[in-house]
DNA sequence: TTCATTTCTTGATCTATGTCAAGTGAACCC
DNA sequence: GGGTTCACTTGACATAGATCAAGAAATGAA
C-alpha cells in the first residue's frame, strides 16, 4: 500500500479496489518554499494530500495578512469553494516549505463518484467531520483567552512552534505576534 | 408546492418527484418554548426544518452556557455528530420561542439517499456551503472587533435582536452583554 | 563568511473589553 | 394584577491584549 493509499484509507475506510481506482487519479507534485497553491480570485482547480511540508490559508482584512490555518503531512488542502462551486478562491494558499503533494484534478477528483459508488457518501462523512472541526474553533473563540487557545494548540501540535513563523501562529489563534511572544516566555519562567 | 417543499427546492434543487418523495418523509412537530431539540450526551435522531420559531444551540465552559448559533426560519438544525456519527449530541438545543418544525427520524434521512439516486451529491454541496460559512464566522474572529462583529450580524438580521435574549447574542457574538449593550447604545448617539 | 532583511522579543504605554455591583425595567406566574 | 424573577443598562474599575518602538536574534543572499 502505498503511503496516499495509507492516507486515503485512512479518511476514507474504503475497499482496496476502489483505493486503487482513487489513488490512480492523483499525481505526485512538488512546490518549492514560497510558491502559491492558490491565490485570491485565481480558480483553484486541484485538490492534494500533503504528504510532507506546510502550507499556509491566509487572506487580507484591510492590508493585513490573516492567517486562517496552517495545513501540514496528512492533511487535505484546497480551496473548497472554488473545487466544488467553480467559483474564484477565497484564499492564498503558500508553501511555507517546500512540499510534496499528492494532486488530483477537479476533473479527475468529479470522476471519482462515477468509479466509486460510495463516494459521495463517504466525501459527505468527510465534510462533517470538517464542520465539526470547525465549529470546535468557533466555540474556542466563543469560550477561551489567548493563552487557552495557544496551550489548547501547543498541546495538539507541538512541532508547529519550532517549524511555522510565530507571526503566523498567531494571526492564526487569534492574537498578535507580541502576546504570543509574551505567553511563551511565561510558560518558560 | 407546500412550505416544506420550497425549503428543500431553494437548498437542494431537487426534480418534483424527488421533491414528493423526500417531503413524505417529514412531519410537522412542535416545540414550546423552553422545551429543547436535544441535549448534550442525548443522541439527537432527527433533523428538522424550522418552519417558524427560534432556537438556540449552545454548551458549557466552566459551568457557563456559551451560545454556539441561533437557528432560525428556513435553517435546518440537527446535533450533526449524533445524526451522521451516531455519537452523543455536542450541544444543547433549545427553543427560544414556541416552533413548528419539519422532522426526519434518523431512519428516515437515511433513506432517502436509496430513493433519490443525487442525495448524497447535494447534500455534500449543502455540507460544504456550511463549512464555507463557519469558515467565514472563524476569520470574523480572527480579524474584526467585538463592534465590527455587531455590524455585521446586524446588518445581516435585524430583527434578530427584537427577538432574541441580547445576552445569547452577545455570547454567540464572543462578547459580555455588557459590552453589547454599551455597542448599542453607541449606536443610538 | 558577511551584510541585509526579516522575525522575534521586550518594555512602555494605551485601549477595548471584561468584571463587579447597583439600579431599572420587563416578563411571567400564581 | 401584583409580586417575583429575570434581563438589561449603567458606572466604576480591572485587565487582557493591542500598539508602538527599539533592540536582539535568526535567516537568507551574495
Chains 1, 2 share one sequence.
Request: with cysteine; glycine share 4%.
Amino acid at each position: 500500500m502505498t503511503e496516499l493509499e495509507q492516507y486515503i484509507t485512512s479518511y476514507f475506510g474504503v475497499s482496496q479496489e476502489d483505493l486503487s481506482i482513487i489513488a490512480s487519479l492523483f499525481i505526485e507534485q512538488e512546490l518549492k518554499k514560497g510558491e502559491y497553491f492558490t491565490k485570491i480570485d485565481d480558480y483553484c482547480n486541484k485538490l492534494s494530500f500533503i504528504r510532507t511540508g506546510y502550507m499556509r490559508v491566509y487572506a487580507y482584512k484591510e492590508e493585513k495578512e490573516v492567517t486562517q490555518w496552517i495545513s501540514s503531512q496528512g492533511y487535505f488542502v484546497t480551496d473548497l469553494q472554488s473545487l466544488v462551486f467553480d467559483l474564484p478562491s477565497r484564499w492564498n494558499i503558500e508553501a511555507l516549505t517546500d512540499c510534496e503533494l499528492y494532486t488530483i484534478s477537479k476533473e479527475n477528483y468529479r470522476k471519482i463518484s462515477q468509479k466509486v459508488a460510495k463516494w459521495e457518501h463517504l466525501e459527505k462523512l468527510f465534510l462533517a467531520k470538517c464542520f465539526l472541526t470547525l465549529e470546535d474553533r468557533v466555540f474556542s473563540f466563543l469560550s477561551m483567552t489567548a493563552e487557552e487557545r495557544y496551550d489548547h494548540l501547543y498541546d495538539q501540535n507541538k512541532e508547529l512552534f519550532n517549524i511555522i513563523p510565530l507571526q503566523n501562529l498567531a494571526s492564526m489563534l487569534g492574537m498578535t505576534p507580541e502576546t504570543l511572544s509574551r505567553i511563551r516566555k511565561k510558560k518558560l519562567g
